[in-house]
């Protein structure tokens, strides 16, 4: 394992970025960051107040900065948020300075995790299943350049970490 490097975890919204992420950096003893939860905190607000009060642009503003800030540094687990890589410039950063891993996830499997993260994902809110799994679809796309893809379905977050550590020299 590369001790420089920072492990970057990358995925759809549910996936378990932030579970697994904070199980990784435990086995590792490493620094866990969450982007989301370091926003969150900064605002002092939950995610979906922060788009209603500041508008979804201060929030991705916020996380490019808080990105770019982490990404050089070493020896972290960082959880990004589901749409970070919408960013090409987050993309590439991460790309170029971390080892990135893509968690992914079926869409009938990441049904039955919607009621767990629904309320706090503004994104998804209003939205029908099927125009959800249409994001699901297109943000795939978002996700292709990575350093190492982890199936998760029907594994547990021990399993998925187990693999990571396989996988990630
Ligand atoms: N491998 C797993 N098996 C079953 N449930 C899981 C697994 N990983 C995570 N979960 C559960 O799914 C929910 C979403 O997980 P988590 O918050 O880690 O996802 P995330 O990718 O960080 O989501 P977001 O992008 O919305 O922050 C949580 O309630 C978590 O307990
Ligand atoms: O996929 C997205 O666009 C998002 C995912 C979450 O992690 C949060 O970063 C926010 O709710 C936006
Ligand atoms: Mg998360």
């Known amino acids: 394992m590369n001790k420089e490097k920072s492990i ?3 995925g759809f919204m549910g996936v378990g970025k932030t579970t697994v992420s904070k199980l990784l950096a435990e086995k ?13 905190k900064e605002f002092k607000l939950p ?3 922060i788009f209603q009060k500041f ?6 503003k916020r996380e490019k900065e808080l990105i770019y800030s982490m990404a050089e540094q070493h020896g972290k687990i960082i959880s990004v948020g589901g749409g970070a890589f919408l ?16 968690l992914t996830i079926s869409f009938e499997n990441w049904k ?11 994104v998804l809110h209003g939205k029908t299943i099927k125009e959800m799994e249409e ?11 990575h350093h190492v893809k982890i199936t998760v379905d029907h594994k547990n ?9 396989q996988k990630v020299d």
């Open 8 to 10: 970057v975890l990358i």
């Open 135 to 145: 994001l699901f679809n297109q943000r795939q796309a978002i996700y292709a350049d």
């Open 157 to 165: 977050p021990e399993e998925v970490v187990a693999e990571i550590l």
């Open 28 to 40: 590792l003893n490493r620094q866990f960051i969450d982007i989301d939860e370091e926003i969150e």
């Open 47 to 49: 995610i979906p107040e």
């Open 87 to 102: 960013q090409e410039d987050i993309k590439n950063i991460c790309l170029s300075t971390c080892t990135v891993i893509f």
């Open 112 to 122: 039955d995790r919607l009621r767990l993260i629904q309320d706090s994902r503004p």
């Open 55 to 60: 508008g979804e642009k201060t929030f991705r």
